[in-house]
C-alpha cells in the first residue's frame, strides 16, 4: 500500500521560509514522478511544482518561479518543496503526489492528506 506523508507546514510571516517534506512508502520511489499542488479555501486545488522520477527535470507554477524549489531524494524516499519569499497569497493545504507520468494535471495515482502552510501579513 503506498503512502505519501507531508511535514514541515506552520505559521510563517511574509517573506519566510518553510520546507515541506514527504515521505513515500509501499512502493519504489525513483519509479515516480512527483509532485506538489495546494488548495486554498474555496479554490480549486492547484499545481505548484513537478518534477521527474531522477529529479533532472522540474516544472513550476507561475506564481512560485524563482522562489519555490522542488527536489527529491531517492535514497531516502523524500520528496522537498523548499518555499522562500513567502507571500499571504501562498496560504493554503499543500498536499504531495505521485504518479507514473510527470503532468501538471491532478491525475496522479497517489496523495497525501497534506500539510497547511499559513502566512501571516
Known amino acids: 500500500q503506498v503512502q505519501l506523508v507531508e511535514s514541515g507546514g506552520g505559521l510563517v510571516q511574509a517573506g519566510g521560509s518553510l520546507r515541506l517534506s514527504c515521505v513515500f512508502s509501499g512502493r519504489t520511489f525513483s519509479n515516480y514522478a512527483m509532485g506538489w499542488f495546494r488548495q486554498a479555501p474555496g479554490k480549486e486545488r492547484e499545481f505548484v511544482a513537478v518534477?521527474?522520477?531522477?529529479?533532472?527535470?522540474?516544472y513550476y507554477a507561475d506564481s512560485v518561479k524563482g522562489r519555490f524549489t522542488i527536489s527529491r531524494d531517492n535514497a531516502k524516499n523524500t520528496l522537498y518543496l523548499q518555499m522562500n519569499s513567502l507571500k499571504p497569497e501562498d496560504t493554503a493545504v499543500y498536499y504531495c503526489?505521485?504518479?507514473?507520468?510527470?503532468?501538471?494535471?491532478?491525475?496522479?495515482?497517489?496523495w497525501g492528506r497534506g500539510t497547511q502552510v499559513t502566512v501571516s501579513s
Open positions: 518534477t521527474s522520477w531522477s529529479g533532472t527535470s522540474s
Open positions: 503526489a505521485g504518479g507514473g507520468i510527470l503532468t501538471t494535471g491532478l491525475n496522479y495515482d497517489y
